[in-house]
Structures are given as C-alpha cells and as structure tokens.
C-alpha cells in the first residue's frame, strides 16, 4: 500500500478516535458511516480472520489503533477488537465533550 493511501485511513480512524465535531454534534448517520468503514477496515487488516487485530496487523494498516494500542487494548492480551476500538473512541468522545 502507498503511503497516499494511508492518508484516508489515518483520517478515519482520527476522526472516530478524536473527533470533538461528533462529540459535540451527534450525528447519528455520520457516525453509523464511520463505525461500518472502521468494520471495513478492520476486516482487511485482519489477515487471519480471527475477529481479533493484533499490534502487527494494525501496524500500516489502522495507524491510529497502532498508535494507540496499549490503551485500547484494556485486557492486556495483545489483540483487540472491534468493540474494544468503539469502547475507546466512545471513551475519548466523551472526555472531549466533558471539557478535558
């Protein structure tokens, strides 16, 4: 993959990890937009089709949970989910709507 094409995807993820617009503005179809491409990406950086991406598997291909993998990774097992990457964009949404 080129990096021009990691650009979206940094994005996207940014956007559900970080987003103060949907924070501060719920906008119920632009969030449901988000959560099916994250699935989307998920799926494809998910190359042993376990339902699980492991630190490798997010590196280069969902940057933001790669960046941010110890603190979605809440069980310490070295994978996470996809309810576990939606636990902590909900998490940091509502921190940023709460003012910190």
Known sequence: MTPLRHAPL????????ASQALAQAPDPAGQER??????????????????????EEAKGRMPGVYRNFDA?????????????????????RGRRAGGE
């Open 34 to 55: 988000l959560r099916t491409e994250l699935r989307k990406r998920f799926g494809a950086a998910d190359t042993n089709v376990d339902g699980r991406l492991t630190r």
């Open 10 to 17: 940094a994005a996207l993820v940014g956007a559900l990890l």
């Open 72 to 92: 979605i990774d809440s069980a310490h097992t070295g994978a996470v989910t996809m309810e576990q990457i939606e636990a902590y964009a909900a998490s940091r």
